[in-house]
């Protein structure tokens, strides 16, 4: 399945994002200081009395005031110096850099590049395995350093110079950071040079002389390459490329005659030319088929049967595409009416809604999904004359349909009028196609559309209508699928169908995926160093790990928590476990079942609402799309850094209070 | 002390004279009924560490805490340095809170033992808190230097503590204590863990800051050493205040007189034994002075160090008295 879990907040932008974030965030800091207040004016009472407990929050609260305005970026980059210093002498950065240089060593002896995708595989190797040694090292030295201190004793002679307790946690956050990054800049540019190169590969033809002689006469009766499949029809020879990083090619001469006006070849492909009689040009072009998600370009040098081919490097593995998504997805059920969500078929109709190719019964349904593009203009394409469209396609059987094809859609694109009722409507032709069933396939939509101009009467003129200047005239344009195989079903998400916009630079995209890695350091760094200012070293890693698996998990753990699920919540799930009953079956309705059940809400809801402490790494982390070949956008880039800085303001303030509220000595 | 730093230090005055009007800019500490208990982590008392201390420090003396282990000297020192929070009453440095992190630009702290970072090196240590007083890096540069000079420390200062032997750790503490010339300077057991050597020069150094102006707070229960250089000593005990006053006059044996006088033949002896006989008095002893050990090692040392340190890039021992 090469769909993205969890691809729409690719939706979101950073100016719908920023008020609700900041509402969110100046809610919880007034929450979470009004909490801190009590339980501190608890603590201090139980200790002093209300009156003098009075005293020391309100003292407290004042002092804090200047200690924030008066923060020295000075003695912060002394405090953030010397933790640098500590993680260098005392290795940690030694270490964690061996590790991941010994990964690098003898990672690629593990990866099997005869995969599928082997760019894939790559870059989740380095983007995780980079992930998690940062991660790991930012919770190390950030969690021993301050409770050393402490434990040194080496804290006295800080506090007792003008240290304000916010220098002392900003420092260190910053001194960690500015370790992790340097660290993490030298990992990323290993990584890059590592997948690059360790992708890097040619190959040869099979036989002898490395030319048209090395390559196959077709059967004409079977027309199969010698790995048994069916060859294009346009191929004149076949061959194959030698077997190399776990794959081979297969090649195939073909023969493409053009109008002498057509759009001219990439000359390295074409092994000869020849002029017909009818003035027509004859090509014979040598094509390497894509396998593991690349392809070869051909050099030929000289002509026709002395023609000698030379492989290029690999082509294709490092994309970064800039997907245009659908501002709308609304689906019709078969009587045409709109139908939130599309057909419900089950447990995947979570992730996409389908529509029916109709069935028996009804053989004319209405049944369709429209995706409706807004600013849908042609300077925002690198090529607008030829589009790229790529569609991910779920799909339902019914029955098992026709075993010699796949399930067959169409597409068909119509013009959005601003008044229907007065403006002429642009609908293109049908195209049908079969469907590659959860994989990305990738449709080439030439600007031009043959189709039909229906006015209002319902008069309709045939033409080739342009895409932009006539559909999409007032930029907005809808593309309409169906399922064109009755008692089938097709199911597609937003993120499902995009035009790809433009391609962008694979190394800005890497860039920008350890970004995202940069900013789950910072969070994990600010949390650690904001525990170690009141646990030891031990409990501080294990609150920070406990906080980093929430994180990474925070969506499942609240699904599974819910008590709707079957079998309940904690306390009913306990209870079936040990009365052995099945999680289908209702509990018998009795006091003691309401007891257990509202329970278990009560609980669900104090454990859902902790989830919420824990950072959503998830909105972090982009090696995923990185590894799909998706741009990563700035705006979720902007949206992680805030991210970030909000859990590091909100740390960092945690962290003062309790330095400043604790006793330094024993 | 440069121009500005006086006038500076005037304003605070005068702010601190408006904000409190009991604050007399010549007492440098002083300790309020001042108690602490230790508790364990469910507020149960554990220890009363301190019971009403009442004190006062006065500008440009040095003044001794004095006590047999756990009698709360340092506990009071922690207290007015803010790494401890008081139980009951108050502690003012410098008219300020103990708690408020802006009186320590004018205070100089070496903990009992010389708490620092064993990574670091001794020109990295002073960097490191001349730093932390926002010190620029021209000033801090030379400071970090006369400092590493004073305390002879040179030919060792761009070695990591780590491989430092502890009274060299402790003389680079004494340096990190001293990185912002201090006012106020408060050690914690002084000459624990020094030889002989190292004593004597931590206590010239003592007598020094005084002779500078400065005032000195310091906690020992070395009896001899807090004599040597102290002006008026506290004496704790069990938490509780038992003496307070000048040294000299605390430790003046008023019925006793000594005299000591130089080339007097043995037969005069009767004769003044006589006088004071005359006089009403009795002649507790008449005998030659013995030398104290540890002037007898220093004068070995020096002798030896002297010779030893031609030629060598080891500074030569400092002793002034």
């Known amino acids: ?666 | 002390m440069s121009t500005a730093e006086v006038k500076g230090d005037e304003k605070q005055t005068k702010r601190l004279e408006q904000s409190n009007p009991d604050y007399d800019p010549n007492i440098v500490i002083e300790a309020q009924n001042l108690s602490k208990v230790y508790r364990d982590f469910w507020g149960r008392q554990k220890v009363r560490a301190l019971k009403a201390l009442d004190l006062e420090v006065r500008k440009g003396e040095v003044f001794g805490l004095l006590g047999p282990n756990g009698s709360g000297k340092s506990t009071t020192i922690k207290l007015l340095l803010g790494l401890l929070f008081p139980t009951g009453g108050r502690a003012l440095v410098f008219g300020k809170d103990a708690t408020e992190v802006t009186k320590n630009e004018k205070i100089g702290y070496l903990p009992e033992e010389s708490y620092l970072y064993r990574f670091l090196t001794a020109e990295e240590t002073l960097d490191f808190y001349g730093r932390l007083f926002d010190m620029p890096v021209k000033v801090r540069k030379e400071r970090a230097k006369e400092l590493i000079e004073k305390v002879g420390l040179t030919w060792a200062k761009r070695r990591q503590l780590r491989e430092y032997s502890k009274g060299m750790v402790r003389r680079i503490g004494l340096a990190q204590a001293l990185i912002n010339d201090p006012d106020l300077i408060l050690l914690d057991e002084p000459t624990s863990g020094l030889d002989p050597l190292g004593t004597r020069e931590m206590k010239d150094m003592i007598v020094e800051l005084k002779e500078q102006g400065k005032t000195v707070v310091m906690c020992s229960h070395l009896l001899a050493d807090v004599q040597d250089v102290c002006d008026r000593i506290a004496i704790l005990y069990q938490g509780e205040l038992k003496e307070l006053g000048r040294v000299d006059s605390l430790l003046k044996v008023s019925e006793e007189t000594q005299v000591r006088f130089k080339n007097v033949p043995e037969s005069a002896f009767d004769e003044i034994r006589d006088v004071i006989k005359k006089h009403g008095g009795d002649v507790l002893s008449m005998e030659n002075p013995k030398t104290t050990l540890e002037e007898l090692f220093l004068t070995i040392v020096r002798e030896s160090k002297g010779v030893l340190a031609i030629g060598q890039n080891e500074p030569p021992i400092k002793c002034s008295r």
């Not at chain 1, 870059?123 to 040694?133: E, I, P, R, Y």
């Not at chain 1, 009766?221 to 191929?235: E, K």
């Open chain 1, 1 to 666: 399945m090469t769909n993205i879990d969890g691809l729409n907040d690719q939706f979101m932008n950073f100016s719908q994002w920023l008020p609700g974030a900041i509402g969110i965030f100046l809610a919880l800091v007034l929450a979470l200081s009004l909490i801190g207040v009590f339980f501190g004016f608890l603590v201090a009472t139980y200790r002093h009395g209300p009156g003098e407990g009075f005293y020391i929050v309100a003292q407290t609260i004042g002092q804090s005031i200047p200690d924030f305005f008066g923060t020295s970026p000075r003695r912060v980059m002394a405090i953030a110096r010397l933790a640098v210093k500590e993680s260098i002498r005392r290795r940690v950065v030694m270490v964690t850099f061996g590790v991941f240089a010994l990964a690098l060593l003898f990672g690629g002896w593990f990866m099997n590049s005869g995969t599928d995708h082997p760019d894939r595989v790559y870059v989740n190797f380095v983007s995780f395995g980079t992930q998690m040694l940062i991660l790991l090292m930012g919770v190390l030295v950030a969690s021993f350093s301050l409770p050393d201190d402490i434990k040194n004793k080496t804290i006295y002679t800080v506090v007792t110079k003008p240290v304000r307790a916010t220098e002392i946690v900003i420092g260190r956050v910053v001194g960690f950071m500015l370790i992790g990054t340097t660290l993490l800049a030298i990992m990323g540019l290993l990584s890059y040079l590592f997948v690059i190169r360790g992708l890097a590969h040619t190959h040869q033809v099979v036989g002898e002389t490395q030319s048209v002689l090395s390559l196959n006469d077709i059967d004409p009766a079977t027309r199969l390459n010698q790995l048994g499949r069916r060859v294009s029809a346009s191929a004149v020879k076949e061959g194959m490329t030698t077997f190399d990083d776990g794959h081979r090619h297969p090649i195939e001469l073909i023969e493409d005659i053009r109008d002498p006006d057509s759009l001219p070849f990439n000359p390295e492909n074409v092994v000869s030319k020849e002029v017909l009689p009818d003035g027509r040009i004859r090509y014979l072009r040598l094509i390497v088929e894509e396998v593991s998600g690349h392809t070869h370009n051909v050099k030929i040098d000289g002509q026709g049967d002395d023609a000698r081919f030379t492989l290029s490097n690999s082509k294709g593995y490092f994309k970064a595409r800039v997907p245009m998504y659908a501002q709308d997805l609304i689906f019709y059920d078969s009587t045409g009416a709109e139908k939130e969500g599309g057909i419900n078929i089950g447990k995947e109709a979570q992730v996409r809604g389908y529509i029916d190719g109709g069935s028996y019964a009804n053989r004319n349904t209405l049944s369709n999904a429209q995706f409706v593009f807004e600013n849908f203009d042609a300077a925002r394409f690198d090529n607008a004359e030829d589009l790229v469209l790529e569609l991910t396609l779920g799909v339902f059987r019914s029955t098992k349909g026709d075993i010699q094809r796949r399930v067959l859609a169409s597409m068909q694109f119509e013009s959005i009028p601003d008044n229907p009722e007065i403006d002429s409507k642009f609908v293109s032709d049908k195209i049908i196609f079969e469907t590659e069933e959860y994989r990305v396939q990738i449709r080439s939509i030439p600007r031009k559309q043959s189709g039909q101009l229906i006015d209002r009467d319902g008069n309709a003129k045939t033409g080739t209508f342009d895409l932009f200047d006539d559909f999409a005239a007032n930029g907005k344009v809808k593309l309409i699928i169906r399922c064109e195989d009755q008692n089938q079903f097709l199911g597609m998400s937003r993120s499902d169908v995009y035009f790809r916009q433009s391609e962008r630079s694979y190394g800005w995209n890497f860039f920008k995926a350890f970004v995202g890695i940069w900013a789950q350091m910072l969070i994990v760094v600010s949390i650690a160093v904001a525990l170690s200012t009141f646990l030891s070293a031990p409990v501080t890693i294990v609150g920070t790990v406990v906080l980093i698996v929430i994180g990474f998990n925070s969506q499942f753990i609240r699904n599974m928590m819910e008590p709707e699920n079957s079998g309940g919540g904690p306390i009913e799930s306990f209870y079936r476990i040990v009365t052995q009953k099945n999680m289908e079956i209702d509990l018998e309705a009795s006091v003691a079942t309401t007891l257990l059940e509202q329970t278990d809400i009560l609980l669900v809801k104090m454990l859902t609402s902790l989830t919420y402490i824990a950072p959503d790494f998830s909105s972090l982390n982009f090696s995923q799309l990185l590894s799909l070949g998706y741009s990563i956008r700035v705006d979720n880039i902007f949206v992680a850094l805030l991210i970030a800085l909000g859990f590091f303001v909100g740390f960092s303030v945690l962290g003062y209070f309790s330095l400043k509220t604790r006793e330094i000595a024993k």
